[in-house]
């Protein structure tokens, strides 16, 4: 499957390669770091030193990594409070009773262990994809607003973002990013969504939908134009497409949940070594039950009833 990327307008802070240009969005964003380890030493060390050791400190930050690395959890069984293995959605089994049908995304978790600006963020999530109508794909978009603590997660398990996804014969690929939003007057935006209209996710039908066309365009314009406002940053964004296919390294379509976890590499993360505990909803590590230290993203993908 091909798409496309939406977001490629969109770069991520870990994306640039202008250290200056770093600083000056940690500075809008007021980053309690940047303050304290810049601002507060350029009395002594110089403005221009301070932050040039001070973005040595920050490339081991979450929110530096510009990759993701992928995981999966199968379905549990109902009272089964046994531990779950994870992995790479290329070592699945694909589902392929979900060809030429309907499914179901839904967000269970939004993972915020560091972000630029430090307290309380304003994380504005998209995800976007296409929609197999018949010969026709569909561009499709949602996005949504939460408030998450820093190294918390969103108070949020479930939450739907399209319903009645149509699945083609090659599977279904679709895009995320993350916003973090610290411009008061942009809050006002964030909080449109957060209106009823907003709350169901996006009911998507056999047949092609002409509102969707014009609701998917406002929608990644939103995006697109508060990810380059003043005090506002994208941090994530990350590409998955899932087949039926059964070659060494493609990601496989199945019922189940998938993690994006934002890494300085593919490779950083051993899912031998983690384990799915469904009694304290959380990823822990096998040796000593420490949690995921990482920005992630958690959907589900489940078959569509009608």
């Given at each position: 499957m091909v798409l496309s990327s939406v977001f490629e307008e969109i770069q991520v802070i870990g994306e640039s390669e202008d250290p200056e240009w770093i600083a000056a969005k940690l500075q809008q964003m007021k980053d309690p770091d940047f303050e304290s380890n810049v601002v507060g030493d350029s009395q002594s060390k110089g403005f221009d030193k301070g932050i040039l050791e001070f973005l040595n400190l920050v490339q081991d930050q979450p929110w530096m990594y510009a990759t993701h690395q992928f995981g999966y959890i199968a379905p549990h069984h109902s009272g089964s409070i046994q531990t779950q293995p994870i992995q790479h959605p290329s070592a699945i089994q694909a589902d392929d009773t979900l060809k030429n049908n309907r499914v179901n995304?839904?967000?269970?978790?939004?993972?915020?262990?560091?972000?630029?600006?430090?307290?309380?963020?304003?994380?504005?999530?998209?995800?976007?994809?296409?929609?197999?109508?018949?010969?026709?794909?569909?561009?499709?978009?949602?996005?949504?607003?939460?408030?998450?603590?820093e190294g918390q997660s969103a108070g949020i398990s479930g939450y739907p973002i399209f319903i009645g996804l149509n699945v083609g014969s090659q599977g279904i690929a679709f895009e995320c990013s993350t916003v973090n939003v610290k411009n008061?007057?942009?809050?006002?935006?964030?909080?449109?969504l957060e209106t009823s209209p907003f709350q169901s996710?996006?009911?998507?039908?056999?047949?092609?939908?002409?509102?969707?066309?014009?609701?998917?365009?406002?929608?990644?314009?939103?995006?697109?134009?508060?990810?380059q406002r003043h005090e506002n940053v994208a941090v994530q964004k990350f590409y998955l497409g899932l087949d039926f296919e059964d070659s060494a390294m493609g990601c496989r379509l199945a019922e189940g949940n998938y993690i994006a976890v934002q890494v300085a590499d593919e490779t950083v993360i051993d899912w031998n070594k983690w384990i799915y505990k469904p009694e304290i909803g959380a990823i822990v590590h096998k040796a000593d039950s420490s949690k995921l230290p990482y920005n992630y993203v958690i959907f589900r993908i489940s078959r569509y009833e009608e």
């Open positions: 995304i839904r967000l269970d978790r939004l993972h915020i262990e560091k972000y630029p600006g430090g307290g309380t963020h304003n994380v504005l999530i998209t995800f976007a994809g296409t929609n197999q109508v018949a010969d026709t794909q569909e561009s499709v978009s949602f996005s949504q607003t939460y408030r998450v603590q008061e007057q942009d809050k006002a935006i964030l909080a449109a996710g996006l009911k998507l039908l056999k047949t092609t939908q002409p509102a969707i066309a014009l609701f998917t365009e406002i929608t990644l314009g939103v995006v697109k134009l508060l990810a």
